[in-house]
């Protein structure tokens, strides 16, 4: 085999290992045998998470975007660095530091984690199941090997703590599928700015629109959520930015300055209808908005930069 056919062959293989790993990973997204649990779970999380202010937190309503990827660096990185020092002599007590400074890490990233996946759709929901069993393993490993570190059984806090890497990176690819290729965490909401060009657009008749009632209207390529209260106008992207559910089919509210809100339907995300903004997680990021104007009797819109 020349230099040339070895390189293909080489690549080829690759390609095929690539390929087996998100087949399995698409497996689990199929794998309707973790619904019962899943169903057991969520609604035991969603009973026990009740809508507020923590609830808001978790989601990282607060923070503008979900709280639970960063706080994903903090044992990652700390389990990650303990191995390598692992390696290295002299270094028993700062590794054992590092695997109880992750350890400490992992609770606000379990409980984040866990509120996040109560929102999430199925197939969502089940890639998510055996990533958080991943990672669970991998901290229950980490948690014997720091108590063997502190025994000083240093070669067997080392093997639990090699174990618990191996668990740990499976979790993070799951973790990654879920983030990239599902969206998982990811505005589902139309990009406004690249959709629709600048200036003001004609979208329906002022009187075509019900008091008080959510509609459903299309701008060129996107879904708007148009809500009439009287002489005002206000418009949102239909898509709601947690998971793309249909804001027009929400429920119509006020939050506690009495300004008006669309809940989605889907998760109970809640939104300002004046601006976008958020009120209620699990969705973090603004609903785009748009200015709106009566001219002749015909309602136009344009983004709102």
């Not at 505005?187 to 060009?197: I, K, R």
């Not at 106008?233 to 939050?255: E, F, K, M, W, Y």
């Not at 669309?262 to 209620?280: E, L, M, Q, Y």
Request: proline content about 5%.
């Amino acid at each position: 085999m020349n230099r040339r056919s070895s390189n293909i062959f080489r690549r080829g293989a690759r390609t095929q290992a690539s390929q087996r790993l998100a087949d399995a990973t698409e497996t689990i997204e199929r794998a309707s045998g973790l619904d019962r649990t899943i169903r057991v779970l969520s609604t035991a999380v969603r009973k026990t998470l009740r809508p507020g202010p923590l609830k808001d937190t978790l989601h990282g309503v607060p923070f503008g975007h979900p709280a639970h990827t960063p706080l994903t660096d903090v044992p990652i990185g700390c389990w990650m660095s303990s191995a390598i020092l692992d390696l290295m002599p002299g270094t028993a007590r700062a590794s054992q530091t590092l695997v109880a400074a992750g350890l400490a890490g992992a609770v606000p990233t379990v409980l984040t984690g866990i509120a996040d996946w109560s929102a999430l759709h199925r197939e969502q929901q089940r890639v998510g199941l055996v990533h958080a069993s991943a990672t669970a393993t991998a901290s229950m490993l980490y948690s014997a090997s720091l108590v063997a570190r502190y025994q000083g059984r240093d070669g067997a806090g080392k093997a639990f703590g090699f174990a618990g890497l191996t668990v740990l990176l499976g979790g993070t690819y799951l973790g990654g599928h879920l983030a990239f290729r599902q969206a998982a965490g990811a505005s589902h909401a139309d990009q406004t700015s690249h959709l629709v060009a600048t200036g003001w657009h004609d979208l329906c008749a002022a009187e075509e629109l019900p008091d008080g009632w959510p509609v459903h209207r299309r701008l060129g390529y996107i879904s708007l959520f148009v809500l009439r209260e009287g002489d005002e106008i206000n418009v949102l992207a239909d898509r709601c930015s947690h998971l793309a559910g249909p804001l027009h089919q929400g429920r119509v509210t006020t939050d506690d300055n009495a300004e008006t809100c669309i809940v989605c339907p889907w998760h109970g995300s809640t939104f300002r209808v004046r601006d976008g903004s958020v009120v209620h997680g699990p969705a973090t990021a603004r609903q785009p908005s748009f200015e709106t104007r009566v001219t002749d009797g015909v309602v136009q819109v344009r983004p709102v930069g």
